[in-house]
């Protein structure tokens, strides 16, 4: 609990669910499997996870690059702080829905772990993006994981309609099928 609530203030219910997912990650596994663990982190808002996630692998994570449609402030302190501990973190600011064609581009060499939180849905050319990153990932030709975190369907009656997709059981299904060859 302490590793979730460090500031004093208490997170949102959904927050607190996602964050007890990323730390309860078998980073150790993760790590064994990929080596190096490089974050591209898909719709990054303040970059709040890229501290999270440091912490949460206990610094098995080598690099995190947040991706968002627009610079925030926070930035600026989370690149100071992860300098403090030798931490690598950036930020790119990028119009994913406008720029989804080249999006591959956009991921740093060395990308193994592909990371959205309450992302997916607010892109209106999600289904380009999944496969932008398969482009990036049979290019490559290495282990990659990809983990995205997107509202599930009972959450519409808090949220109503959110973003431009929701995601059903068939509609994760069908996209999922998308990586299996």
């Not at 979730?4 to 309860?24: E, H, I, N, Y």
């Not at 692998?57 to 600026?76: A, K």
């Not at 060499?109 to 997916?120: A, D, H, I, V, Y």
């Not at 607010?122 to 030709?141: C, N, P, Q």
């Amino acid at each position: 609990w302490d590793m979730l609530v460090k500031d004093g203030s208490t997170p949102s219910p959904s927050r607190l669910l996602s964050d007890m997912f990323w730390a309860q990650l078998p980073w150790s596994d993760i790590h064994s499997q990929l080596g190096d663990v490089n974050v591209v982190d898909i719709g990054c808002g303040k970059g709040g996870y890229s501290k999270r996630v440091v912490e949460f692998s206990n610094g098995l994570v080598s690099s995190y690059h947040g991706l968002d449609i627009s610079s925030h402030s926070d930035w600026e302190k989370n690149i100071s702080w992860a300098k403090d501990i030798g931490a690598d973190i950036s930020f790119e600011t990028i119009d994913i829905d406008s720029n989804v064609a080249t999006f591959d581009r956009h991921i740093p060499e060395g990308t193994n772990f592909f990371m959205s939180q309450s992302c997916l849905e607010h892109l209106e050319k999600d289904v380009s993006l999944l496969k932008s990153i398969k482009r990036y990932i049979t290019k490559a030709g290495k282990k990659c994981i990809q983990v995205h975190l997107v509202p599930a369907p009972v959450s519409l009656e808090l949220y109503l309609l959110h973003g431009y997709r929701q995601y059903g059981h068939n509609a994760v299904a069908k996209l999922t099928r998308m990586f299996v060859d």
